[in-house]
């Protein structure tokens, strides 16, 4: 049982029926994010669901409808702090105060260090740890005020034990956790929380939007099982629906998936330990190209997967493929900004 009330408690007034609260997902068009909108709206809540394309918000509000549930939508991208504050500022005109707020967006890129560019970085850190600084700084002056709010923040276990051929995405993950866990000891008393949700690997589907670089087939190769296979990935639906209850019961801290928790126990007692397999593990992972190892550029995983052309592959990584078919992650001719987490 959480300390903390939860949010409809909150909102009630003596003799009245608590109000449905106002939830805004950022990222909310495919995978993680959209599940998320899901079981936030089957506990009450109206959904607000941000993305940056609106083909794929398009396509998330027919699955939402689909699941019985509605799904307000709204073109938006977490890395343009004016825009997305106009956009709060819209959403709370026409649909109501916003009462929870979750950042998923998120993107993946893997290679080897010596494969990535500063704009692999700028990237990273533009949606993973500003978009959660521009979403939470956005609602942050009206919750205060009506003392009153969910914040939640989906990081990654990759923020607490940097993973090799992984480390723009767990530069900016390790910042995201260091804002979201700040930023709760700085809401203390305000009636206001946030919620650092940690989860390790999920099976979203993941795999077909990440990005790839250095040796990509081979990168592909390793990743795709990784996000796939049931004993070292949690299954999508189940880790959306603890995220949802910790975020509206106000939680500290939510950690996705018994890996995830060993990962950060161990990591807190033996560092070092902990330093030295992570650097075996990296040695086993792909080269880059000999020559230029940025010359290969950077493919998706769709991309990634024809090029490696393996039916062995493609048979142990079918449940990523189903997740991704069934929560809006298809490929598509263009980038959308829907989001990507392990």
Not at 38 to 43: C, G, I, N, Q
Not at 87 to 98: C, H, K, L, M, N
Request: proline letters at 6%; aromatic letters at 4%; glycine letters at 12%.
């Amino acid at each position: 049982m959480s300390r903390f009330p939860s949010l409809t408690a909150a909102l009630a007034r003596p003799g009245a029926l608590p109000p449905s609260p106002v939830a805004v997902v950022a990222g909310a068009s495919r995978g993680l994010g959209l599940l998320v909108a899901r079981e936030l709206a089957s506990r009450g809540c109206r959904v607000v669901g941000l993305a940056r394309s609106e083909e794929s918000l398009g396509d998330a509000r027919e699955l939402m409808r689909s699941w019985g549930w509605s799904m307000t939508t709204y073109v938006a991208d977490v890395t343009d702090a004016d825009a997305l504050a106009g956009v709060i500022r819209q959403v709370e005109t026409e649909v109501g105060p916003v009462d929870v707020a979750v950042h998923v967006a998120g993107i993946i890129q893997v290679g080897p260090a010596v494969s990535m560019t500063r704009d692999h970085y700028e990237r990273c850190l533009d949606v993973m740890l500003w978009g959660p600084i521009n979403l939470s700084l956005a609602v942050l002056d009206g919750m205060r005020k009506r003392r009153r709010g969910r914040i939640g923040v989906v990081t990654s276990i990759g923020g607490k034990l940097s993973v090799p051929h992984l480390l723009p995405y767990s530069t900016a993950k390790a910042g995201a956790i260091g804002f979201c866990d700040g930023l709760r000891a700085d809401l203390a008393g305000s009636g206001v929380t946030a919620t650092t949700i940690v989860p390790g690997l999920m099976r979203t589907g993941s795999q077909g939007a990440a990005q790839f670089t250095g040796d990509q087939a081979k990168e592909y190769a390793w990743f795709a099982p990784s996000a796939s296979l049931p004993l070292v990935s949690s299954d999508a639906s189940a880790a959306a629906a603890r995220i949802a209850e910790g975020v509206l019961a106000g939680r500290g801290m939510v950690v996705i998936s018994p890996l995830a928790q060993v990962g950060m126990r161990v990591g807190g007692v033996a560092p070092a330990m902990t330093g030295a397999i992570l650097g075996l593990v990296g040695r086993l992972l792909p080269a880059p190209p000999s020559g230029d190892p940025q010359a290969s550029g950077t493919v998706d995983g769709h991309t990634a997967r024809r090029m490696l052309n393996s039916p062995w592959v493609d048979r142990i990584t079918s449940a990523g493929r189903r997740a991704s078919t069934r929560f809006n992650g298809q490929e598509r001719p263009a980038a959308s900004s829907a989001t990507t987490h392990p």
